[in-house]
C-alpha cells in the first residue's frame, strides 16, 4: 500500500558537534551554529534534499554526526524532541540549594 | 571496599589509553562514527539529545567518600555541576564533550573508577543489593562474588560481542533489594545446609519492550562455579540468541523460544564442558577478595542508643526519618541510612556537586568513609552509630536531602525521559516531579505508606516501569506525550510484572490517575497495614480500573 | 581475501586457496571450503594431496567438522559484521573443548580494535583487508591491553602472576 505523500513542511538541518557533542543547525553559510534560529531553511523538497546531502557531507567529513532534518514552524522546531534539543531540558536544572 | 593493586591500576591505565587512542583515531577521521559507536559505546558514551553522556560505573553501587569526591568534581569542571544517579547503579553526566573524555577517565581511574562496558552488547554493569555489606538480613556479603564477576566479565575476550546488552545482579538476602529476577543473570547467595556457599541462579529475566521473569536454573550453585557456570549462560546466548532482530535479541527471548527444560540441558551441557577448569572459584581467591569488602572496624556498641530515641522522641520529623530512612545494620548499635535523592519537586536521583561533597564528607565521617548506590536512585550511608543519626539527619537537611520518604510514593525511580533521552517517547522528569508535588503532603505520604511509583519515558524500560506497584510508561502519540499506566508490579523476591490497566492519559490527566489509583487503594484496603501491593494483588485490577475509566 | 595474512607480529604470503562452491578443487596445495561443501566432498577432500581447511560463516556450528578435525589444519571464522561475535565461541571451543591445534584464522570485518579479542579467543591468523587496521599491524600501531582478568584460550602465549587465578598478561 502506498502511503498518501505527506504535504511538506519547511525543514532545517541539524546534527551533533563530533567534538563537542552540542546541537547545532546549518545555517546559509554552511557553518553548523548553536543557535535554531540561524539555520538555513528549506522550503521545497528540493532545497530539502541539498541541504541534507550537503549535512552528510559534513558528517562524512568529520565536523558533524547524526545529521537529519527536522520540521520547523515559524521558523522553530516543530515537535517536542527537537524543541527540547533546541533549548535544553524543560526541566529546572538542579543546582545549590536555596 | 576493593582497592586496586597494581595490576587493576594497569588494566583501568590501559584502557583509558586504548580509549584515548581511539578517540583520537574518530577525531581525525580514521574512524568513522559507524565504527567508532561500538567502541565509545563499550565505554559508556552516548550521544544523547543534548551532547555526549558519560555512564560511569560504580559497580555493586559501592563508593567512597574519594570517589564520590571525584565525581563531584567531575561535575564541576566537565559539566553542569550536577550528575545523575541512574538505576543500575552507575552515575551519568550529560554535557560531556568528546575531547574531554579520556581526561575525564584518567581523572576516574586516579581513584579506582572507570566507564567500561556501562554500555554496549557487552556484559554491563554488576549490581548488587545497596546494602551489601551493612544488612542484617543477608548471608554474607554478595560484593566479593560481585567483584569476582566484574572482574571476569571486564573486556571478555568471547563475550564483548553478545546479541544485546546483559546485565548480571547479585543478592544475599531473603528479601531481594537487588531486582535478580529481571536480569538477565540473577544470583541469589544461600547458605546450603552443611553451612557451604551457593547460588540459586536465574536466567532470562529483564524488561523493555517484552517483560519477563527469570526462570530458576539451578536451585543451589556450589560458589566454586560460579564463573564456569556463568561462561556457560554467556557462551550459550552467545551462539544461539538472536541477531536478527534487536528486540529479540535479550537472552530472556532465547529462554522464552527454547523453554526452560532446553536452555537448561544446552546450560548444563557446556558447563559440563568447562566445570573443574580454569574458571574455578577457590575458597583462598574468594577469601582474598572478601578481605576487602571486610566490615570497617565497627566499635561494639548497645543495640539500643539513648541519645537516638530521646532525640527521636522530641523530635517527630527525625522519629519519621528513623523509620523510612534507617534499616537495621548486622552490627548492633549501627544502622543503615538512605539519603533520598528525591527532595519534594526535584528531578529522581539528582545530586549537585556540591551535595556530593557534603555527602561524601558525611560518609567520612559518619560511615566509615563507606557510601552505596541503589538502584532506586538513592544514597547510602551504610555504617552510621545511631548515636549519630540525628547529626547526620540535620546536616542532610541543610543541604536539602532530609526528605523521610524512603519507599513512600514520593521516593519515585523515573529515567531521564525526553528531557535528556534521546530514545524517549516522552518526558519522565516532570512527571515525577508533579507526582511529588501532588503528594507532598508527609501525613498523606505517611497514611499510603510502602508504594513503589516507577516511570520511563519509552519503552526501554530504563525506569523500571513494569516493576513498579504503579508503573507509568510515555508514549507518543501523534506527537503529544501519553501515559499508560501498569499496576502490581513489583521487582523482589515476589516478582511480577506490571499489568496494563487500561488507555494511557494524556501528561494533564496522568496525574490526577494516580491520584485515583491511590484514593481507591485507601478505600479498599483491608486495614491501614494492607500495603497497596497487598491489596492489588488482592482484588486485582477491576476495581482500579472501574475508578480509573468508568466514571 | 587478501592475498596476504597477518600472523606472528607480520604479514606472510597467503598459501592457501578458497576455491569458490562452483569451481573444481587445485589438483594439489592447502585448500579450504565452505562447511557444506566440506561435508559433501570430504572424501575427494581427503584423497587428494594438500592440507584440508574449512571456512564457517557466522551461525554455523561445528556439528559434523569435529569429526574431521585430524585432517583439517585450517579453520577460517568469517565475521560478516565486526559486531557478531560467535566467531569468538566458536574459536574458544575448537580450541579449548577439541583441543584443535591447527591454524585458526579470523576473516571479513577484522578490525584493529579487536585484534586483542581474537588472539585471547585462540585465533592465531588474521585476514585483514581495512587498510588502517593493516597498517596499524604493520607499524605496530595497534593499542590494545595487556593485562586481562580472565584465562582465555592464548593460555601458553600469556603470562600468570602470582596474586589471582585467573589474571593474564599478554605481550
Ligand atoms: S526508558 Fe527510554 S526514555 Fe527512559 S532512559 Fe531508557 S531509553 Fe531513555
Known sequence: MVKAAKPFRPVVATANDLRSGAVVYRDRDGKWSKHASLAEIANTQDAADRLLALARADHDANIVVEPVLIEVDGGKPATLRERIRDTGPTIVLPGPPV | MYRYDEFDHAFVQERVAEFRDQVARRLSGELTEDQFKPLRLMNGVYLQLHAYMLRIAIPYGTLSSRQLRRLAHIGRVYDRDFGHFTTRQNLQFNWIRLEDVPKILEELAEVEMHAIQTSGNCIRNVTADHFAGAAADEVADPRPYAEILRQWSSLHPEFSFLPRKFKVAVTAAPHDRAAVQVHDIGLHLKMNEKGDRGFAVWVGGGQGRTPMVAKKVRDFLPEANLLAYCEAILRVYNLEGRRDNKYKARIKILVHEMGEAEITRAVEAEFATLQGKALTVSAPEVDRIARYFALPDLKALPAVSEAYEAAKRVDPALALFAKRNVHPHKVPGYGILTISLKPIGAPPGDATSDQMGAIADLAERYSADEL????????????????????????????????????????????????????????????????????????????????????????????????????????????????????????????????????????????????????????????????????????????FKEALYVR | MSDDVFRDGAFHAETWSFPKDDEKLPPSGPVAVGKARFLIEIQALRSRNGEIGVVLTPGESLDGIVDHLDRITLVALRFTRYSDGRPYSIARILRDRYDYKGELRATGDVLRDQVKFLLRAGFDTLDVAHAGTREALRSGAVVAMTHHYQPASAETSEGRTSTAPWRRVSS
Open chain 2, 372 to 543: 552505596r548506590v541503589s538502584h532506586e536512585q538513592n544514597l547510602v550511608l551504610p555504617h552510621v552509630k545511631l548515636d549519630d543519626i540525628p547529626v547526620v539527619f540535620a546536616q542532610l537537611q541543610k543541604i536539602g536531602l532530609g526528605s523521610a520518604n524512603a519507599g513512600f510514593v514520593t521516593d519515585i525511580i523515573a529515567c531521564p525521559g525526553l528531557d535528556f533521552c534521546s530514545l524517549a517517547n516522552a518526558r519522565s522528569i516532570p512527571v515525577a516531579q508533579r507526582l511529588s508535588e501532588r503528594f507532598a503532603d508527609i501525613d498523606r505520604q505517611v497514611d499510603i505508606g510502602d508504594l513503589k511509583i516507577k516511570i520511563s519515558g519509552c519503552i526501554n524500560a530504563c525506569g523500571h516501569h513494569h516493576v513498579g506497584h504503579i508503573g507509568i510508561l510515555g508514549v507518543d502519540r501523534k506527537g503529544e506525550e501519553f501515559y499508560q499506566i501498569t499496576l502490581g508490579g513489583s521487582g523482589d523476591e515476589t516478582c511480577s510484572i506490571g499489568e496494563i490497566v487500561g488507555p494511557g492519559f494524556s501528561s494533564d490527566g496522568i496525574v490526577d490517575a494516580v491520584e485515583t489509583v491511590i484514593e481507591t487503594y485507601l478505600k479498599l484496603r483491608a486495614s491501614a497495614d494492607e500495603p497497596f501491593l497487598a491489596t492489588y494483588r488482592r482484588l486485582g485490577q477491576e476495581p
